[in-house]
């Protein structure tokens, strides 16, 4: 049930659980503790369905969805990917790699959603699990009274205020890091920056068959694109580029969007009769981390604590991940059991583990040598399929992919040591990108 700020005629209610933000995190973690019998709150600024970006899934989180019981439902929205299409100008060619081929034997599938519908889905079931979903409210403060329940104070659109009394507090706000801008903790990462621009386009050419719904990547010289297919023919396309790149725009965001497509000719190509669905948009300055996803009362879930980059598809992934062991902490908190403590142990370590494992791989992503490795099928050892488990979302205790993926990174190296000049400058490009180390 879905209940509007100004409904109420108490300006106190008492929860147990206060979730601050309805995506996937928030109604991940909401869905999961309701169904323990818990009584849940969620705060959403916004009300769905809406516009977010971060379309395209990964194979992994398929469980997790099956586990949230909305698996059938999100078969209905999503458009099928069984791999991602790379593309390379500078090989004059593309190639396309298949989940089916990953080590440990993850869903050959993943699919690509409009988040609208996606998050609109994962709301509706946190709602059909027992939680009190409250859409057009915005947190504005959290008053932690150290010992005792915690006081969550929130405003909705025409500014009338409400206080929620919770015994513990879920920060699922996503990259508006809603806590880290109280608490503070957040900061910059230090090895990796980058800024997007994307629209929704009709008429972008389709790739033929089984590969109508696959991912597609494109490098240029600014960056890299993406191209995510829908279900209904609309086409996802963005640009991660440098950030100076994009601080140099002169044009409207839709010109400048064009402009850059321009400069991939294998997209533009794919793109000649394609038309704007939507208004252009820009996200900038996203990679960051707080240096801490819980505190007294309180943990943070999803993009809340970390994001680093757009280019695997992980961020759904890690946020239901994140989302699903935050629920078992804190139901143990609300127990009262022994296990709390372990349970949070498990839950932050995973998470570390996972921002940790794909943030190796995306801060060497726009290297000429991992372009070199990517182009080039290589199966000796495995390489590939540990590589395309990772790309899958088998992030967290993937023993089976570590001395194939160990052996994947010293070939990296030694690929980067044999054109050591064009690497070196490369990677010099990146940093120039990151900021001077303070806080985000
Ligand atoms: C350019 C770009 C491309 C991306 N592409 C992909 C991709 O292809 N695949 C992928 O998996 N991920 C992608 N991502 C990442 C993905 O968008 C996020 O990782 C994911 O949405 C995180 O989910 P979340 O629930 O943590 O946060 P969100 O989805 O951001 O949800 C947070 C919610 O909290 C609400 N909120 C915020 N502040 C408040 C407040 N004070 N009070 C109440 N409510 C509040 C917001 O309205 C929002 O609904 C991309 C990100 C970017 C920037």
Redesign the pocket.
């Known amino acids: 049930m879905t209940h509007a700020v100004g409904d109420s005629t108490a300006n106190l209610s008492r929860c147990d659980v206060l979730v ?8 991940a973690v909401s869905a999961l503790l309701a169904e323990q019998g818990w009584h849940v709150e969620v ?4 009300r769905h369905p ?1 516009f ?7 194979p992994q ?1 398929l469980p997790m969805l099956e586990r949230l019981g909305v698996l059938a439902e999100v078969e209905k929205i999503g458009l099928r990917k069984y791999g991602a299409e790379l593309v390379s100008h500078d090989h004059g060619r593309s190639r396309t790699v298949y989940f089916g081929r990953a080590l440990g034997g993850a869903r050959p599938y993943a699919y690509q959603v409009r ?1 609208a519908d996606f ?1 609109r889905i994962l709301f509706a079931n946190c709602a059909a699990k027992g939680a009190r979903t409250h859409t057009g ?4 403060q959290v008053e932690f009274r150290p010992g005792r329940t915690s006081l969550v104070h ?1 405003q909705n659109g025409q500014g009338q205020a409400r206080t929620w009394e919770a015994r513990f507090v879920v920060d ?5 890091t ?1 806590l880290s801008g109280q608490l503070g903790g957040k900061r910059r990462n230090p090895r990796h920056n980058s800024a ?1 621009i ?1 629209s929704h386009f009709e008429g972008v050419r389709r790739l033929g068959g089984r590969d109508e719904g696959n ?1 597609s990547i494109a490098w240029f010289e600014h960056g890299w694109f ?1 191209v ?1 297919p829908f279900k209904d023919g609309i086409t996802s396309v ?1 640009a ?1 580029c440098w950030p100076a790149y994009l601080q140099g725009r002169q044009t409207d965001p839709d010109q400048f969007l064009w402009d850059t497509i321009a400069l991939c000719p294998p997209l533009a190509e794919r793109m000649q009769h394609a038309k704007l669905a939507m208004p252009a948009q820009a ?1 900038g300055n ?1 990679s960051y981390q707080r240096t801490t996803m819980r505190g007294d009362g309180y943990i943070m ?4 604590f970390a ?1 680093i980059d ?1 280019v695997f ?7 239901l991940n994140s ?1 699903t062991l935050g629920a078992r902490a804190v139901d143990a908190y609300l127990r009262g059991s022994p296990e709390y403590p372990a349970r949070l142990r498990t839950f932050e370590r995973s998470v570390r583990c996972g921002v940790g494992t794909f943030s190796w791989f995306i801060y060497r992503f726009t290297q000429p040598a991992f372009r070199e490795l990517f182009m080039s099928p290589n199966s000796f050892f495995k390489m590939e399929e540990a590589v395309l488990s990772v790309l899958a979302g088998d992030v967290f205790r993937n023993r089976r992919a570590a001395l194939p993926i160990l052996l994947f990174k010293l070939s990296y190296y030694l690929v980067s040591l044999k054109d050591i000049r064009r690497n070196w400058a490369a990677f010099r490009q990146r940093m120039e990108g990151v900021p001077a180390p303070k806080t985000a």
């Open positions: 601050i933000g309805g995506g996937p995190a928030g109604s705060l959403e600024k916004d809406r977010h970006i971060g379309e395209s899934l990964l989180t988040r998050d409210v915005r947190a504005r929130a699922a706000t996503g990259r508006d809603f997007a994307f991912i993406w995510i963005g991660v996200a996203y879930v999803g993009d809340a994001f757009p598809s992980s961020g759904v992934h890690l946020a989302a």
